[in-house]
Nanobody, 128 residues
């Protein structure tokens, strides 16, 4: 069955870096777009970033993380990464990766309804 497992979260000081990993199984990763979302305490889940299937090779970022976060993929390892630099306290949240359903190919990657499978989430805390 389809499974997504996040790792790499934890506690980091403001200005620090973390790299999250999303290991996929049960489907061919290179044929799918993968997105990252996050949910801060008391807030709705929000879109952060998406990387298209390997055939298209495009990336997209929310304005809140543009220039600080970088998404990448290693299909040989069935893994998508989210490199997070210059972390701020407001980046504190549970981070989720999700598989975008192949039927969706539009340029707007943000709607959660387009993501069929989700990981369990991993906590990232930015604090001194």
């Amino acid at each position: 069955q389809v499974q997504l497992v996040e790792s790499g979260g934890g506690l980091v000081q403001p200005g620090g870096s973390l790299r999250l990993s999303c290991v996929a199984s049960g489907f061919t990763l290179r044929n799918n777009a993968i997105g990252w979302f996050r949910q801060a305490p008391g807030k709705e889940r929000e879109y952060i970033s998406c990387i298209s299937s390997s055939n298209h090779g495009s990336t997209d970022y929310a304005d809140s993380v543009k220039g600080r976060f970088a998404i990448s993929r290693d299909d040989s390892k069935n893994t998508v990464y989210l490199q997070m630099n210059s972390l701020k306290r407001e980046d504190t949240a549970v981070y989720y990766c999700a598989q975008r359903a192949p039927i969706y190919s539009g340029s707007d990657h943000t709607p959660e309804r387009e993501y069929a499978y989700w990981g369990q989430g991993i906590q990232v805390t930015v604090s001194s």
